[in-house]
């Protein structure tokens, strides 16, 4: 159980998506000009990692991984099927973005208004896909520390995204030189975001 | 249209222009900010950075001349699926090939090969130009934004590699000229991802002071 909850400490504030993998970039940017939009977004993004992780989890440790199809018999022991984890995943993906934005429509319209066009665009979202891939590549292992480091993940990139929305709702009524105005000045404050979260990285869990 | 086109040769200025525009005053990462997220992640040394930019261009490429080919059979509703196959597919093909013969940078890139399926540059460029013209054009409007990518990868690595460890592509620099000599020492802080973030903020600072026109807001 402690550990579960370490990783899921760790994935918000020391391995942060954005600031400290720089996952999620182009929507961060793209979607981070007003608070309202960028809660949207990063809730969304909760919501997809939370389901999508988990599933893959699941098909990566009985149908990936070397050995994993022991479950159909001895002579399978020796397939692997690594190879195919990135078409796996990204299917796996797109496939649950559909279905979830299927369910949120259905059961709770309030919540689809709100996320509007986040989800479908959710789909290419870089900080899904890593999510699946970090947890392969760290062994998580089980169902429950494969969850808590998605959930940990979603909760960071929406403290990330709308920490900068605010930042840049605020930085509207600042005098920035011309050519930084926008994007410019947008990395450079993620930057500094980044480095003040690097300050986690004496915790030891 | 197909008159048009006959005409047309294969480097005419439009053609040309689809392979310039994007190293330049379109660039995929300081103009139309996409691709971002694997762009700063592999530029702590000059090496990754090469062969993902490498990689990048393969997929691209290639990817943008089999949209284009498909581009009237592909059903509406479910391109996206589609473009994603496609690219995941090329993306396996790509790092299997790097974990057969650069093992290293494969495991240096680590989850970033495979993140080239979500970087945005790839499924921009289909949605936005693929989709919509034929394959020579698209090809070279694929190869033209990869060059433009890479090259923002290259000047971002090549900074952080020389400043942070001191080193371009392995080769010690600063000590064959004898800078540590003279009391030197390496910023540490380069190689750290916020810094990395910042390189990219200077050079679409130093871009758009050259450029004005590229100015928003």
């Known amino acids: 159980m402690q550990e579960i909850f370490n990783i899921f400490i760790k994935s918000i504030f020391i391995d942060n998506m954005v600031f400290a993998y720089f996952l999620g970039m182009c929507s ?54 690594s190879f195919l984890s990135f078409i796996m995943f990204i299917a796996v993906i797109a496939s649950m973005v559909q279905l ?69 709702e605020k930085i509207h009524y600042s005098n ?5 105005k926008g994007i410019g000045i947008t990395f450079i404050i993620t930057g500094l975001m980044g480095i003040a979260f690097m300050s986690f990285l004496g915790i030891k869990l | 249209m197909s008159e048009q086109v006959q005409k047309e040769s294969m480097f005419s200025p439009k053609n040309i222009k689809l392979l310039t525009d994007p190293i330049g005053k379109d660039n995929p990462i300081t103009v139309q900010v996409l691709g971002i997220c694997s762009a700063l992640a592999v530029t702590a040394k000059l090496e990754p950075a090469i062969v993902m930019s490498i990689s990048v261009m393969f997929v691209l490429g290639a990817g943008n001349v089999i949209i284009s080919l498909l581009r009237n ?23 299997q090939v790097l974990k057969a013969y650069a093992y290293d ?12 399926i979500t970087n945005c540059i790839i499924m921009g ?12 054009p698209s090809f070279l409007d694929g190869i033209g934004n990869s060059i433009g990518y890479g090259m923002i990868l290259v000047i971002v690595a090549f900074f952080r590699e020389l400043f942070g460890s001191g080193t371009i592509l392995g080769w010690e620099v ?3 000229i004898g800078l540590y000599d003279l009391g ?34």
Not at chain 1, 33 to 57: C, E, M, Q, R, W
Not at chain 2, 105 to 116: H, T
Not at chain 2, 125 to 136: D, G, L, Q, V, Y
Not at chain 2, 196 to 213: D, Y
């Open chain 2, 73 to 95: 059979t592909i059903p509406q509703r479910i391109r996206i699926i589609v473009q994603l196959v496609i690219i995941a597919a090329l993306v396996i093909l790509v790092d």
């Open chain 2, 125 to 136: 460029r289909f949605e936005a130009f693929s989709m919509a013209n034929k394959p020579w």
């Open chain 1, 100 to 168: 979830v934005e299927m369910v949120v429509e259905k059961f709770a319209p309030a919540l689809y208004a709100s996320l509007g066009i986040f989800l479908p665009l959710i789909a290419v979202n870089c900080a899904i896909l890593g999510g699946s891939l970090f947890m392969q590549e760290r062994e998580y292992q089980s169902l429950g520390e494969a969850t808590s480091f998605a959930l940990g993940s979603g909760l960071g990139f929406f403290l990330a995204i709308v920490g900068i929305a605010a930042i840049r």
């Open chain 2, 174 to 176: 600063f000590k064959s």
């Open chain 2, 105 to 116: 940078v494969s495991k240096q890139l680590s989850v970033f090969v495979g993140l080239i």
């Open chain 2, 184 to 217: 030197y020492v390496n910023n540490g802080f380069m190689i750290l991802p916020p810094m990395a973030l910042i390189t990219v903020g200077i050079i679409i600072w130093v871009q758009r002071s050259r450029n004005p026109e590229l100015i928003k807001e």
């Open chain 1, 176 to 180: 920035v030189p011309g050519p930084l």
């Open chain 1, 28 to 81: 961060y940017i793209a979607v981070s000009k007003t608070v309202d939009t960028s809660v949207g977004l990063g809730a969304a993004v909760i919501f997809v990692l939370g389901f999508t992780v988990p599933v893959n989890y699941l098909l990566n440790e009985y149908l990936l991984e070397p050995g994993a199809l022991v479950w159909l018999g001895e002579e399978f022991a020796e397939v692997d099927l």
